[in-house]
């Protein structure tokens, strides 16, 4: 199985920057993709990026030109760089992983809170 835990999350100010990581322990050999959804106060999960181990990369358009998805393959960890940051950024952050695997797997989550 594989595992993910995510960290970096915090208290930010408006139009500030975080930086997410989350690194892959297990059989990180079954994994193809790695990316990141949030899910927000009062609303459903949603879609944030992706990048696929053939560097195809996919964001949301409500974090285009704002987010960045990297993946370090030594590590095995996934980063999200969070710039300009908004108070409807805030949510918990999750990173997922998809491959070879019995079901998608997902890390326990963490807060990113954007207010001044």
């Known amino acids: 199985q594989v595992q993910l835990a995510e960290s970096g999350g915090g208290l930010v100010q408006p139009g500030g920057s975080l930086r997410l990581s989350c690194p892959a322990s297990?059989?990180?050999?079954?994994?193809?993709?790695l990316g990141w959804y949030r899910q927000g106060p009062g609303k459903e999960r949603e879609f944030v990026a992706s990048i696929s181990f053939g560097r195809i990369i996919n964001y949301a358009d409500s974090v285009k030109g704002r987010f960045i998805i990297s993946r370090d393959p030594a590590k095995n960890t996934v980063y999200l760089q969070m710039n300009s940051l908004k108070p409807e950024d805030t949510a918990v952050y999750y990173c997922?992983?998809?491959?070879?695997?019995?079901?998608?797997?997902w890390g326990q989550g963490t807060q990113v809170t954007v207010s001044s």
């Open positions: 297990g059989n990180t050999f079954r994994i193809n993709i």
């Open positions: 997922y992983a998809d491959g070879r695997l019995t079901t998608r797997v």
